[in-house]
């Protein structure tokens, strides 16, 4: 039998008898007090703790356990305390001062503790939503993001006729990188050149990890020259960059500009095999679907 279990018998085990010693006392005290006021008084309290058990084995932070266990706590002693006097007839002075003031201290510790659970909770879910849509290594956007926002800004081009590019790049070698030095060393080169790329783009500027090396940038606003004269100045600046483990490192980028109507999936293949045809150039360059080679 688990901790709960052996608290909720405790509890109303305890419950019973209080309510079977109120009952045999009840007639002798006070006959204007109603059987069922004192019932629906034990309930009131069976209910307070049963929530008393689930604040206990919630998972919330020592801040918001404290204030809601102490303002718990304290609303049950007040609850009893307010029975007591009432089938007693303790003076109306020390009913205010055990039953009402407690229960106003009790409710203010219980909503200050309710409110940095939900302060939790949105801090909680703002990480979850982070994890969701960041690559864990590099900290930009992984590929769902990638796909959700361009799926996004394809409507707003094709609605409003805005040029839409897209720039496909990965890294020159990668392999090469990894088989010489080591997965450690590529995963430090991957989160150093993001690092590089996240800070020569615009804020509105989409950039994430579309898989392995590759990578892909979203421009919005942008057109196909435009977006070619950044895929130049990101390869000129990933050339000249002074990385800390390897001593040089280049890109090679495909650009494309979106067409109205078009599919993603196809501006990406477009990038895609832009990128290929700088590869077949040499590396380290741009190309687009602007170039001599057809796709």
Do not use: W
């Amino acid at each position: 039998m688990n901790n709960r279990k052996r608290i909720c018998i405790s509890f109303v085990t305890i419950l019973i008898i209080s309510y079977s010693f109120f009952i045999d006392q009840f007639y002798e005290i006070n006959e204007k007090v109603k059987t069922f006021d004192i019932f629906t008084g034990m309930a009131g309290t069976f209910f307070i703790l049963l929530v008393l058990i689930e604040v206990q084995h919630h998972t919330v932070s020592k801040k918001s356990y404290h204030f809601l266990n102490s303002g718990i706590i304290l609303l049950l002693f007040s609850h009893f305390s307010g029975l007591l006097c009432k089938m007693y007839e303790y003076p109306e002075v020390l009913r205010q001062i055990s039953y009402d003031f407690i229960e106003v201290i009790s409710f203010i510790l219980i909503f200050i503790g309710i409110h940095f659970t939900m302060q939790e909770n949105d801090l909680n879910i703002s990480k979850l939503k982070k994890l969701a849509s960041t690559d864990d290594l590099t900290n930009v956007y992984n590929r769902y993001e990638m796909i959700n926002r361009f799926n996004l800004l394809k409507k707003i081009s094709d609605r409003n006729d805005n040029p839409l590019s897209v720039i496909y790049f990965d890294i020159d070698h990668f392999k090469k990188i990894n088989d010489t030095y080591g997965h450690s060393m590529g995963d430090s080169v991957l989160k150093e050149l993001s690092s590089l790329i996240s800070c020569n783009l615009r804020e509105q500027d989409i950039f994430g990890r579309h898989g392995g090396d590759e990578f892909l940038i979203i421009l919005p606003e942008t057109d196909l020259k435009g977006a070619v004269t950044l895929a130049e100045k990101l390869c000129d600046k990933t050339e000249h960059f002074k990385f800390k483990k390897i001593s040089k490192l280049t890109i090679s980028c495909g650009v494309a500009q979106h067409k109205k109507l078009e599919a993603i999936e196809k501006t990406i293949k477009r990038s895609d095999e832009a990128l290929y045809l700088s590869k077949r150039k040499g590396r380290n360059c741009v190309s687009s679907e602007q170039d001599e080679s057809s796709f």
